[in-house]
């Protein structure tokens, strides 16, 4: 008890040694809530659940083959997914090939996006992508992380993505949704992306790794969500971290 009493002021000390321990009792409290208390029992479960409510999770963008699939998420970057489908759906009509997308040429794209922000970069990068996967791979999307990221406009994220959703590998795309999840939580905290991917990779359960990208994002989409998360209506609400959850009106 003495460090305790050694942390208070004149003031305190003075108080009777029954208020000193009910402070250190208090503090203690305080302090562990403020310690991380995620474990891989917990994560275990945090995933069962979500697998439960959604046993096929998928992703909101509207496709039907790997490039179309890569055309919606190069597109998706600052966009919602939403605008993205608007805009694919009559695209994908007049071209859903690299070689139609490359004869179209940006001009030729640019009215079917221009819905979307910063829809002429995007062209750009779209129309550059088509000509290296004719030029390189038969004007197929490519399997391997690094061809898929030599293409203009494909990042880590969006390789992931692909590699994810269109072949089928345990691949974790961190988008600012899962960030905040795997944050907020105590899932995987890391302070840039590269850390909670990193973080994700080695601590999601081996038989939930290949859908957790679409449980996570769905759940930052539409219940963990930025300014103010559902937490009454959380799956997880006994098994996340969060200190400051949200109570029901």
Known sequence: MAPCVSGFTSTQRGRTSSHIVCLCVLRVLRDSSFRSRMNAAKREEIFRRLQALNPA???????RTPFELLVAVVLSAQATDKSVNLATRGLFQVANTAQALLALGEAGLTPYIKSIGLFRTKAKNLIAACRLLLEQHGG??????EALESLPGVGRKTANVILNTAFGEPTIAVDTHIFRVSNRTGLAPGKTVEDVERKLLKFVPEPYRKDAHHWLILHGRYVCKARKPDCP????RDLCDYRAKTVAA
């Open 57 to 63: 999770p998928a992703t909101e963008l509207q496709y």
């Open 233 to 236: 209506a959380c799956p997880i």
């Open 140 to 145: 197929e999307v490519p399997r391997s992380r």
